[in-house]
């Protein structure tokens, strides 16, 4: 297993249009997050799903956002009309299930979003 | 709610020097507490994290922590820094046995001079 892989790397998208980046965690994590670092900050939580449910979501996600895993493996993050504020990098981790004192998070390379 | 601050967004020392980054903790109850670092254009590693075990925490890296309760502390310390060090670090709290969210702090960028 090669880690928390993150697809694409670098999006550079037009304000208004539609994009989608996807998030294949460690195979044999239950637990998924959504994370969004913007320059100078620290990462902020968006979601996290255990399996396919989708158990929390922040006031960060807004209509605009939509996150999901069908099969409870990868994920896709989608965020329509893109907006400048979303230029962000957008983090993906995966957790085994169990207390998190005991894993902490593996977080993926994330994916770069710059909205022009 | 919890809530970590770091102090010195920038933290600048010479190779060979001691490094100290501040990271203070707010939580209603006890917390999980973890250092990440985060190398440019990466995602976040692991350097170590505590669990109410022993206060002192010995990471990655030759880095190590130590918990103080009285202060509400959380301090990342190396006895010698290398130029590999240069990098951002995050602290992050978690409330004890959740599994959601880590809440992280702002960040301090660690440049490490010769």
């Known amino acids: 297993d090669t880690g928390v892989s993150q697809d694409p790397r670098h999006k550079i998208t037009k304000r208004g249009q539609n994009v989608t980046f996807r998030c294949d965690p460690i195979s044999e994590h239950n637990r998924l997050y959504w994370y969004r670092q913007t320059l100078g900050q620290g990462p902020e939580f968006l979601t996290y799903?255990?399996?396919?449910?989708?158990?929390?979501k922040s006031r960060l996600l807004s209509d605009r956002f939509s996150a999901e895993r069908p099969k409870g493996s990868f994920s896709t993050l989608e965020i329509q009309r893109t907006e400048q504020g979303d230029s962000a990098m957008y983090l993906c981790?995966?957790?085994?299930?169990?207390?998190?004192?005991?894993?902490?998070?593996?977080f993926g390379s994330g994916t770069r979003l710059t909205v022009v | 709610a919890q809530s970590v601050t770091q102090l010195g967004s920038h933290v600048s020392v010479s190779e060979g020097a001691l490094v100290l980054l501040r990271c203070n903790y707010s939580s209603s109850v006890p917390p999980y507490l973890f250092w990440y670092v985060q190398y440019p254009n990466q995602g976040l590693q692991l350097l170590l994290k505590?669990?109410?075990?022993?206060?002192l925490v010995k990471g990655i890296n030759g880095f190590e922590a130590e918990f103080k309760k009285s202060e509400t502390s959380f301090h990342l310390t190396k006895p010698s820094a290398h130029m590999s060090d240069a990098a951002e670090y995050f602290c992050a709290v978690s409330l004890t046995g959740t599994a959601s969210k880590l809440t992280f702090g702002t960040g301090t960028r660690l440049q490490v001079t010769l």
């Open positions: 981790a995966s957790s085994p299930q169990g207390p998190i004192s005991n894993y902490g998070y593996t």
């Open positions: 505590y669990t109410s075990a022993a206060t």
């Open positions: 799903f255990q399996n396919e449910a989708q158990l929390e």
